[in-house]
């Protein structure tokens, strides 16, 4: 036993890639300190002191969606309770709303697969929020996004791609992930894009020069076998297009969710082992975000030390996760971010969608 974990740790200290087996083995060791002591050699070794955050504004469009995925709370039925479309206007007055934030510098936009939108109804959003605002960088639309607008307009991912860019879209986000294996998502989102639809997507935004960013939602009905599948999948895709920016963990809440009987929430053990390990595996990632909306601050805090470089952002108004029942605030201010990354011992860094410094405090 201690000779299989000589042998992983000797990997990961010569730069040796780890295989599967030593993904379920690091997941299952219990040594929770030496894996975050490794991660944060090689966060170290990779990446330096650095912190990187955003001051960013998140405007989801919608949440009326077609799909209905098991594990969430912010899709709806048109019909439903607090169901919501932005119009334009909508749009530009949240963003205007955050722009009394002197350094704000980008936006996040994600929404439902809303059932009667067009594609060109959610292009013209984009376009319109650049045009007023073009200082903004936008980041937006998961893969799981781009696989729908690609299936309503009849379109190809290249044409749909090429449009977004067009209209003022810069990177790609990461949601939309899970877990990609068909078992899962078959299980709990059948709707939407399967796991090779998702690294479709991905792969042929990065063939037209646009980054995106990846994720894992952990924590409901996936194996451990299936997180390590999951990480090599996205590790391939990387291998091949060198286009994944960073790599987001989120952790399955489960309150108002159709699965809020069943699992209960990951703890702070899990989370920290999750991301200590993807770090690891992932060894072709330069980022690892912890997200302190799912987290919580304390515990993204503490991933600082275990593998993560990136703490998002001040988010503006966070709604997508506070439907689930997310325990943070639903912003945080500039100050803050930077005192939980000085405090863990690091160095802010205020910086763009493409992670372009704008500012090292
Ligand atoms: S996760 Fe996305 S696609 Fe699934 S129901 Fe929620 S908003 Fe819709």
């Given at each position: 036993m201690f000779g299989e974990y000589n042998a992983i740790e000797k990997k990961i200290l010569s730069g040796e890639r780890l295989g599967r087996e030593d993904g379920v083995r690091l997941f299952n060791s219990g040594a929770l300190t030496w894996l975050g002591a490794l991660a944060d050699h090689v966060r170290r070794e990779k990446c330096g002191e650095l912190v990187y955050y955003n001051v960013n504004c998140h405007v989801n469009l919608t949440n009326m969606c077609v799909s209905r995925c098991k594990f969430c709370a912010f899709g709806r039925d048109a019909d439903a309770r607090g169901a919501y479309a932005m119009t334009i206007e909508q749009a530009i007055a949240t963003v205007e709303d955050a722009m009394r934030d002197p350094n704000m510098s980008g936006l996040h936009v994600v929404s439902g697969l809303h059932p009667t939108w067009a594609f060109e109804d959610y292009l013209s959003i984009v376009r319109a929020l650049h045009d007023r605002f073009p200082t903004l960088y936008i980041k937006g639309f998961t893969g799981v996004e781009l696989t729908?607008?690609?299936?309503?307009?009849?379109?190809?991912?290249?044409?749909?791609?090429?449009?977004?860019?067009?209209?003022?879209?810069?990177?790609?986000?990461?949601?939309?992930?899970?877990?990609?294996?068909?078992?899962v998502r078959n299980e709990l989102c059948p709707k939407k894009a399967t796991a090779d639809e998702w690294l479709n997507a991905a792969r042929v935004a990065h063939r037209l020069g646009?980054?995106?960013?990846?994720?894992?939602?952990?924590?409901?009905?996936?194996?451990?076998?299936?997180?390590?599948?999951?990480?090599?999948?996205?590790?391939?895709?990387?291998?091949?297009?060198?286009?994944?920016?960073?790599?987001?963990?989120?952790?399955?809440?489960?309150?108002?969710?159709a699965l809020e009987r069943e699992i209960k929430q990951t703890s702070m053990w899990d989370d920290l082992r999750t991301m200590a390990v993807s770090r690891l595996m992932l060894d072709n990632f330069d980022h690892i975000k912890a997200y302190w909306v799912m987290l919580t601050v304390p515990v993204a805090q503490v991933a600082l030390s275990f593998g993560a470089n990136d703490i998002d952002g001040t988010v503006h108004k966070e709604t997508i996760l506070h439907d689930a029942g997310a325990t943070s605030p639903t912003a945080l201010t500039e100050d803050e971010i930077i005192n939980v990354i000085r405090e863990a011992g690091r160095v802010p860094a205020a910086c763009d969608c493409n992670y372009k410094v704008l500012r090292l405090l």
């Open positions: 729908h607008f690609a299936k309503i307009s009849g379109r190809s991912l290249e044409e749909i791609l090429i449009e977004l860019k067009a209209a003022g879209l810069q990177a790609i986000a990461g949601g939309g992930a899970e877990i990609l294996t068909d078992r646009i980054k995106s960013n990846a994720s894992m939602l952990y924590g409901h009905i996936e194996t451990i076998e299936e997180r390590v599948e999951h990480l090599i999948r996205l590790r391939e895709l990387q291998d091949e297009t060198h286009g994944f920016q960073t790599f987001i963990c989120f952790p399955f809440l489960p309150k108002n969710t």
